[in-house]
């Protein structure tokens, strides 16, 4: 098992930036690809990012590319998303998830992470 907890989230105006951060234990942290996805009112989950431990391939969303940039520090057992060029319609609850297939595989389904944190909110104004 492993265990993620969120946290970074917060109010920004459009065009602001913010880091969230995600914080692994329980398990060996190197055994997981770590994504990010959101959930805006109303709407399905959605896949943002991605990254594996290994090579630290990245994968993104459409909607996020060249604006979100997803990391990892080993020496921490953290993930985080750089938002940059917050757009209202990147409101929603972030969601930090791990995939015990830690393959440079471009996966997206909810059903492909086993594990979940409990989310940060975040919050865009225009």
């Known amino acids: 098992q492993v265990q993620l907890v969120e946290s970074g989230g917060g109010l920004v105006q459009a065009g602001g930036s913010l880091r969230l951060s995600c914080v692994a234990s329980?398990?060996?942290?190197?055994?997981?690809?770590m994504g990010w996805f959101r959930q805006a009112p109303g709407k399905e989950r959605e896949f943002v990012a991605r990254?594996?431990?290994?090579?630290?391939?990245?994968y993104y969303a459409d909607s996020v590319k060249d604006r979100f940039t997803i990391s990892r520090d080993n020496t921490k057992n953290t993930v985080y998303l750089q938002m940059n060029s917050l757009k209202p319609e990147d409101t929603a609850v972030y969601y930090c998830a791990a995939d015990p297939i830690n393959k440079n595989y471009d996966r997206r389904r909810l059903s492909d992470y086993g594990h979940w944190g409990q989310g940060t909110q975040v919050t865009v104004s225009s």
């Open positions: 329980g398990r060996t942290f190197s055994s997981y690809a």
């Open positions: 990254i594996t431990w290994g090579l630290r391939t990245t």
